[in-house]
Nanobody, 113 residues
Framework: QVQLVESGGGLVQPGGSLRLSCAASGFAFRGYTMNWYRQAPGKERELVAGITSIGGTNYADSMKGRFTISRDNARVYLQMNSVKPEDTAVYYC?????????WGQGTQVTVSP
């Protein structure tokens, strides 16, 4: 059973940093692309960043230069630097495994003075 469990969210001041983590289990993690999405109140869920099985990365334009996605043997991370109030959202870990979308429960990030 695929499980994705996010952690690391919280309240951070503008300009600060936060590191999100997603623990993956139930599938051959190292062979799959992993993604971070986010959803702000009243907005659609959007892709933040993705990382392939061999470490190739892609980012949404508004996150380039501020966010960094990385992975190890069982977790995927999102390092968030220079955060802005508009980064406030629930952040979700995501993977497509055997053709099915799998999501974590999400972790809330709030950027506020």
């Amino acid at each position: 059973q695929v499980q994705l469990v996010e952690s690391g969210g919280g309240l951070v001041q503008p300009g600060g940093s936060l590191r999100l983590s997603c623990a993956a289990s139930g599938f051959a993690f190292r062979g799959y692309t992993m993604n971070w999405y986010r959803q702000a109140p009243g907005k659609e869920r959007e892709l933040v960043a993705g990382i392939t099985s061999i470490g190739g990365t892609n980012y949404a334009d508004s996150m380039k230069g501020r966010f960094t996605i990385s992975r190890d043997n069982a977790r995927v991370y999102l390092q968030m630097n220079s955060v802005k109030p508009e980064d406030t959202a629930v952040y979700y870990c995501h993977a497509v495994v055997f053709g099915e979308n799998h999501w974590g429960q999400g972790t809330q990030v709030t950027v506020s003075p």
